[in-house]
């Protein structure tokens, strides 16, 4: 009997008798006397009872209610932790699956999910890109995971999203929500407003007349409405005025930009820069470069590789403060300002000091590519040590360009104009070009900054130096 755990019932008259599992000896002393049972007679019917108890429907059996009741909650508190256990899936054969925000890099917390490329209904391959995230550098695709068919996007333009974000839902099977047509939209963008009822139409009637009357009263107490000031200035009306937020990209830049004004203490120099040998190296050269190398010979390498000897003359232009120390850096990456449709962006060429001319216009052309296409990674913008800037692609002939922090100069290129100079004794016209230096004097001193800017203007105007190294 012990080893069975059975529960027995049995009728006493009217009286019906309920025990548990731990009762049982009472209740085999007490079948013995009533009904004159013996003891392997009792075992049996007990097991014929618990195999009842077990097979047979619940609500078949004369029970109490207090152990069906405890049973049933005992058994829906078991069903529901099994159900929520399990892995969330939105039918058995895993036909959805979801498409979140990827990693966007180390420095990078959130994003703005700025546009959605697919909408629900549309079909899309694996790896496609269906929205894109911008952050404070670079904007980022979000591509489904899978081939199938949009059905809902989580997610909406404009929200702020971290990496793991869910932003739509992808099925597998061509099933895919069907995409709502302009009809479906067009009833609730203008359904009517609903009338008012009479009770409603007659409270606010006394409540109209109640406003009208202190108007009336002002307009007899005055003798003329007040006149508008002339001097007061005219604003053009709202409607003419379009309001717009800023993408993320253009709110880290103009941070950056206010931050290097406030914390550095800027200070420019200038020079001038005549571009004759320069030009006449690239004429003379361009076919030859291009049928060995597969790149044209441009100006911006010979800037490059003068910044680079200009560095390592004065090392404390690729210097920068750090708290109250100076940290020196033995390696040269220089940023090059590229602008975009959606900002400026600075991505860097790595080891500029070890790179030949045509691997700058390589380089240049790869990282000027991705930036304009927007494929450029956190990791080919992080980092630089110095900037160059070259304005004279817009036309802009002398700026005062403002340091990309944490560096501690920028030089400014503008545009090539050609002036009237003085070469030895005559009057001729050459190609020139205004450079600027704008530095953080807490480091650089000015010497330093008219020596180093000195020295771009002597390679740039006699590449020759270059191979020599004077």
């Not at 917390?109 to 790896?127: C, I």
């Not at 571009?275 to 790149?295: A, I, P, Q, W």
């Not at 002939?397 to 070469?423: C, D, E, K």
Request: with cysteine.
């Amino acid at each position: 009997m012990c080893g069975w755990g059975c529960v027995f019932w049995m009728r006493t008259g009217n009286a019906c008798i309920n025990t548990s599992p731990c009762q049982h000896h009472e209740l085999v002393q007490l079948c013995r006397k009533r009904l004159h049972i013996t003891p392997g007679a009792l075992a049996m019917l007990g097991l014929l009872l618990t195999l009842l108890w077990l097979v047979y429907p619940l609500g078949h059996m004369t029970l109490s209610m207090q152990p069906k009741r405890e049973f049933l909650i005992n058994l829906r508190h078991d069903v529901n932790l099994q159900i929520w256990s399990r892995a969330y899936s939105s039918n058995s054969d895993g036909d959805l699956v979801e498409a979140v925000v990827p990693h966007m890099g180390e420095s990078i917390t959130d994003g703005t999910l700025a546009t959605f490329l697919k909408k629900p209904g549309d079909r899309v391959a694996v790896d496609e890109p269906i929205a894109q995230v911008e952050t404070d550098k670079v904007t980022i695709d979000v591509n489904s995971p899978e081939a199938g068919v949009i059905q809902e996007l989580i997610a909406k333009e404009g929200d702020t999203v971290e990496p793991g974000t869910k932003i739509a839902t992808i099925s597998k099977s061509d099933e895919g929500a069907a995409p709502a047509s302009p009809s479906d939209k067009k009833p609730s963008e203008k359904s009517p407003p609903l009338s008012s009822s009479p009770v409603e139409e007659k409270q606010e009637k006394p409540v109209a007349r109640v406003e009208k009357a202190p108007v009336t009263e002002m307009t007899k107490g005055s003798s003329s409405p007040p006149k508008t000031p002339s001097t007061e200035p005219r604003l053009p009306p709202k409607e003419r005025e379009r309001r717009v937020p800023m993408t993320r990209l253009r709110k880290r830049v103009a941070t950056r930009l206010k931050d290097s004004q406030n914390t550095f203490a800027l200070l420019t120099t200038f020079n001038e820069v005549d571009m004759t040998n320069l030009m006449k190296l690239r004429s003379d050269y361009k076919d030859t470069f291009v049928e060995k190398h597969g790149v044209k010979l441009g100006l911006m390498s010979g800037f490059v590789k003068a910044a680079v000897s200009a560095l390592q003359k004065q090392p404390i232009v690729n210097a920068v403060i750090d708290g109250e120390d100076i940290i020196y850096r033995d390696y040269i990456d220089i940023s090059i300002a590229v602008g975009t449709g959606k900002g400026l962006v600075v991505p860097v060429l790595r080891n500029a000091e070890k790179m030949n001319f045509a691997e700058v216009e390589k380089e240049i052309n790869n990282l000027a590519s991705k930036a304009n296409d927007g494929s450029i990674s956190i990791d080919e913008m992080s980092g630089g040590t110095f900037t160059i800037s070259n304005g004279g692609v817009y036309g802009s002939l002398i700026s005062t360009p403002i340091i990309n922090p944490p560096q501690s100069a920028i030089l400014g290129m503008h545009s090539i104009v050609n002036r009237a100079m003085v070469v030895r004794g005559e009057m001729v016209a050459r190609p020139m070009m205004y450079i600027a230096l704008t530095y953080d004097h807490r480091l650089i001193d000015g010497r330093e900054a008219v020596f180093f800017l000195r020295r771009i203007k002597d390679v740039v105007e006699d590449p020759r130096r270059l191979l020599l190294d004077v």
